[in-house]
């Protein structure tokens, strides 16, 4: 039953893929090879970089759009975004290593990423022995694809995510609605969702439901 939900759902994708073959892929540019960090982002790479589509032809970085709340006498919050332009380190490792540097034993962290692909296995090594040996730091990952979900080593990671705390979930149009008017460079106009955003946000979240729940 799992394994027919799973391809209901995989189907809704492809049919979404097939009536967008002809879009027009941005090109593969192999550099410069840096992280890129920023608080708002073209709404052109939004828009191409977050479509919840299966296939990511021209897809081949991530996005990374995270928020931090830093709980203390203050409560502070910081908002941004990471782009990983084909390095070794991909956008989850950076945002620890470039981003949330001054991590304060002392104080408890809410931090939520909203990220066009899901981690990759390695990734999702590093989080969860991130998230272990930060037990005051909360962390949400909102996610617009998954990548090679069917792997079982993508499975197993995302599973070790949800052991470690972290809380996965599938962007759907409040959250894509959000990332609009805080991550991007819109210049006033509304966030235009495409026709399958929803059936494709619900295909995505059975999957991921259906692998978290055989964890």
């Known amino acids: ?92 490792e950076a945002f620890f290593t470039d981003v949330f540097k001054g991590c304060d034993g002392k104080l408890k962290y809410s931090i939520i990423w909203y990220v066009s692909s899901s981690p990759c296995a390695p990734c999702a090594s590093k989080i969860v022995a991130y998230l272990k040996q930060s037990p005051n730091v909360c962390l949400t990952i909102f996610i617009a694809r998954l990548f ?26 409040p959250e894509y609605n959000y990332c609009w008017n805080t991550y991007v460079e819109n210049e006033g106009e509304p966030f235009a969702p495409w026709e399958d955003l929803p059936t494709s946000s619900s295909a995505y979240e059975r999957i991921l439901n259906d692998i978290l729940q055989h964890a």
Request: with cysteine; proline share 3%; charged share 30%.
């Open 1 to 92: 039953m799992a394994e027919k939900k799973a391809e209901e759902a995989t189907s809704q994708i492809n049919n979404e893929e097939t009536a967008e073959g002809q879009e027009n892929v941005e090109e593969t540019d192999l550099g410069p090879f840096v992280i890129i960090i920023g608080q708002q982002m073209p709404s052109s790479f939004f828009m191409f970089q977050f479509k919840n589509v299966e296939y990511s032809s021209g897809r081949n970085k991530t996005f990374l759009c995270y928020s931090v709340e830093e709980e203390g006498a203050e409560c502070r919050k910081t908002e941004g975004y990471v782009e990983d332009e084909h390095t070794t380190m991909h956008a989850e």
């Open 148 to 173: 090679m979900w069917e792997e079982p080593e993508i499975q197993q990671g995302l599973k070790l995510l949800k052991a470690a705390g972290c809380r996965l979930r599938i962007m759907k149009a």
